[in-house]
């Protein structure tokens, strides 16, 4: 019998990672400009709620529909949103800090648990080859990339920093590795499917993300290689702004929500550096991409909002791609991936 039951898709734990990563811009706010406290902590009291309700909705679809959660974890495209849930752990750890240590450190090994048995598995699958050009995406970030920066911020604010250091270095380096592929695959081969598009808003992350990460591991006024991280930051912005009217080719859907980790990301880098005694157009930059990243998700919020008051958040395809004939489930997997 089909299943047609709907489950969240693991992708969504990007709506976490976004929300959770514009949170963390709240509280640098909150140190530099002076913004209310309460608006950051609530904001970061709502982020983990939310972060926490799909942890709760994720473990049900392990119990209630175990095949579901293997074909998603077994299949090459959507087992990359598998590490999203590392990543937000990370992230939550980040936010519990200032309330529990404890709790931040439990939160930050789990996460880094996960990201060493998710970013061993898919690194394992790559070297293994086989990998279709359709499938390469900025997503393949995901797994090793993202936690790896993400786990040295928290590390070293946790005051780890030779941890931090290791974990800063493999998501430095996999990002140098893992972009050449990307860019060789957009360049030879045949555009992207509009589904797969939203992928590329995770190209902004990488040089945002590690530059937080870089400031975590350093002190004093921010260094050259600090200036270099966030200028290739702006210009990703900037090609992602170029390329957003094909991008939007695929109808809106959680999908986008791939945009929010560097859209986030990259102000809080901007403000970590004026924090840090950075001085001149930055500190305007800082204010201006902070407004612009508040108003993106907000928009984020509200398109997602309006898809789960029409009943088209959650898709019913993804449960069945384990089941169907392989034409048929490369076509409907392209479909699903566009709804995380």
Same mark, same amino acid.
């Given at each position: 019998?089909?299943?047609?039951?709907?489950?969240?898709?693991?992708?969504?734990?990007?709506?976490?990672?976004?929300?959770?990563?514009?949170?963390?811009?709240?509280?640098?706010?909150?140190?530099?400009?002076?913004?209310?406290?309460?608006?950051?902590?609530?904001?970061?009291?709502?982020?983990?709620?939310?972060?926490? !309700?799909?942890?709760?909705?994720?473990?049900?679809?392990?119990?209630?529909?175990?095949?579901?959660?293997?074909?998603?974890?077994?299949?090459?495209?959507?087992?990359?949103?598998?590490?999203?849930?590392?990543?937000?752990?990370?992230?939550?750890?980040?936010?519990?800090?200032?309330?529990?240590?404890?709790?931040?450190?439990?939160? !930050?090994?789990?996460?880094?648990?996960?990201?060493?048995?998710?970013?061993?598995?898919?690194?394992?699958?790559?070297?293994?080859?086989?990998?279709?050009?359709?499938?390469?995406?900025?997503?393949?970030?995901?797994?090793?990339?993202?936690?790896?920066?993400?786990?040295?911020?928290?590390?070293?604010?946790?005051?780890?920093?030779?941890?931090?250091?290791?974990?800063?270095?493999?998501?430095?380096?996999?990002?140098?590795?893992?972009?050449?592929?990307?860019?060789?695959?957009?360049?030879?081969?045949?555009?992207?499917?509009?589904?797969?598009?939203?992928?590329?808003?995770?190209?902004?992350?990488?040089?945002?993300?590690?530059?937080?990460?870089?400031?975590?591991?350093?002190?004093?006024?921010?260094?050259?290689?600090?200036?270099?991280? !966030?200028?290739?930051?702006?210009?990703?912005?900037?090609?992602?702004?170029?390329?957003?009217?094909?991008?939007?080719?695929?109808?809106?859907?959680?999908?986008?929500?791939?945009?929010?980790?560097?859209?986030?990301?990259?102000?809080?880098?901007?403000?970590?550096?004026?924090?840090?005694?950075?001085?001149?157009?930055?500190?305007?930059?800082?204010?201006?991409?902070?407004?612009?990243?508040?108003?993106?998700?907000?928009?984020?919020?509200?398109?997602?909002?309006?898809?789960?008051?029409?009943?088209?958040?959650?898709?019913?395809?993804?449960?069945?791609?384990?089941?169907?004939?392989?034409?048929?489930?490369?076509?409907?997997?392209?479909?699903?991936?566009?709804?995380?």
């Amino acid at each position: 019998m089909e299943n047609t039951r709907r489950f969240i898709p693991v992708g969504f734990f990007g709506i976490a990672v976004g929300l959770l990563a514009l949170a963390n811009a709240w509280r640098v706010a909150v140190r530099i400009w002076g913004f209310p406290a309460d608006a950051a902590t609530a904001f970061t009291i709502v982020s983990v709620a939310f972060w926490l !309700f799909l942890v709760a909705m994720y473990l049900q679809k392990w119990i209630a529909d175990r095949s579901t959660a293997q074909a998603e974890l077994a299949d090459p495209m959507q087992s990359q949103f598998v590490s999203l849930l590392p990543v937000s752990t990370l992230l939550a750890a980040q936010a519990v800090l200032a309330y529990s240590r404890t709790l931040a450190i439990a939160l !930050f090994v789990l996460g880094i648990a996960g990201e060493l048995m998710l970013g061993l598995s898919f690194q394992g699958r790559l070297w293994q080859g086989g990998r279709k050009p359709e499938l390469v995406t900025p997503a393949i970030y995901l797994p090793t990339v993202a936690p790896g920066f993400v786990g040295a911020t928290a590390a070293a604010t946790l005051g780890w920093p030779h941890l931090a250091a290791w974990l800063f270095g493999a998501g430095l380096l996999s990002w140098l590795a893992i972009e050449s592929i990307i860019l060789h695959r957009v360049a030879v081969n045949e555009p992207m499917a509009p589904a797969l598009r939203p992928t590329l808003g995770v190209q902004l992350a990488p040089p945002v993300v590690g530059g937080v990460a870089y400031l975590a591991l350093t002190g004093g006024v921010p260094d050259l290689f600090a200036q270099l991280l !966030f200028g290739y930051g702006l210009f990703q912005a900037l090609l992602i702004i170029r390329l957003l009217p094909w991008v939007r080719q695929q109808p809106f859907n959680a999908g986008y929500w791939a945009f929010s980790f560097g859209v986030a990301a990259l102000p809080t880098m901007a403000m970590r550096m004026v924090e840090r005694g950075a001085t001149g157009a930055i500190q305007w930059l800082a204010i201006g991409l902070f407004i612009v990243a508040n108003i993106v998700i907000a928009i984020l919020i509200a398109r997602t909002l309006q898809l789960l008051a029409t009943g088209k958040l959650l898709p019913a395809a993804a449960a069945r791609i384990a089941s169907l004939p392989e034409k048929p489930a490369a076509a409907l997997r392209a479909q699903a991936v566009g709804k995380v």
